[in-house]
């Protein structure tokens, strides 16, 4: 079935770096959008960054611009998050999620970052 | 885009009629999705062009809208309904969410 499971997270202090991983069954993660979407601990949705279907045009909000890095792996239908220079303000749960031109239709379960001292 | 949603939260009983507005800052045609988020769970998606239900999901939910207003109904509540809801625009980026509208038990 199609599915997609986060992995990585964990506590790290600030100014280190951390790199998340979803990986993908069910489907072939190249024919899609691919997104990262992050959720602070009791707070709402916030999108992160999306690597388009044809891995070019790489986009990400603009409080992580410079710091975090979205790629993929397609041998291994894999997407990644490395987050450089993290910040407390990063400390949330990470989704990694399938984009279409109208919504994102399947999430991961969550991956929690903690930056802290 | 801002997307403001309201109410940010409200209280209902099971097989009531609820209603949740979110207004975008600019026109976004129909480029909003809704997804549904119960504890501990992964954001549901449940309608996305503003007005069409996603596969699986219940009937009693309906959205409607366009331009900078819309509306997520859900109709005689069921106890698993009790969720907080957020509406998202796929018009531009940077993609947004609005803040969201918790759904309690009355």
């Known amino acids: 079935q199609v599915q997609l499971v986060e992995s990585g997270g964990g506590v790290v202090q600030p100014g280190k770096s951390l790199r998340l991983s979803c990986a993908a069954s069910?489907?072939?993660?190249?024919?899609?959008?691919m997104h990262w979407v992050r959720q602070p601990p009791g707070k709402g949705l916030e999108w992160v960054a999306v690597?388009?279907?044809?891995?070019?045009?790489?986009k990400y909000t603009d409080s992580v611009m410079g710091r975090f890095a979205i790629s993929r792996d397609t041998t291994k239908n894999t997407m990644h998050l490395q987050m450089n220079s993290l910040r407390a303000e990063d400390t949330a749960i990470y989704y990694c999620?399938?984009?279409?031109?109208?919504?994102?239709?399947?999430w991961g379960q969550g991956t929690t970052v903690t930056v802290s001292s | 885009i801002q997307l403001t949603q309201s109410p940010s939260s409200l209280s209902a009983s099971v097989r009531d009629r609820v209603t949740i507005t979110c207004r975008a800052s600019?026109?976004?045609?129909?480029?909003l999705a809704w997804y549904q988020q119960s504890p501990g769970k992964a954001p549901k998606l449940l309608i996305y062009?503003?007005?069409t239900l996603q596969t699986g999901v219940p009937s009693r939910f309906s959205g409607s809208g366009s331009g900078t207003d819309f509306t997520l109904t859900i109709n005689s509540l069921q106890p698993e309904d009790f969720a907080t809801y957020y509406c998202?625009?796929?018009?531009?980026?940077?993609?947004?969410f609005g803040g969201g509208s918790k759904v309690e038990i009355k």
């Open positions: 600019q026109d976004i045609s129909s480029f």
């Open positions: 690597i388009p279907y044809d891995g070019t045009n790489t």
């Open positions: 999620a399938r984009g279409r031109p109208s919504d994102m239709d399947v």
């Open positions: 069910g489907f072939t993660l190249r024919t899609y959008d």
């Open positions: 998202q625009q796929v018009n531009s980026y940077p993609l947004t």
């Open positions: 062009g503003a007005s």
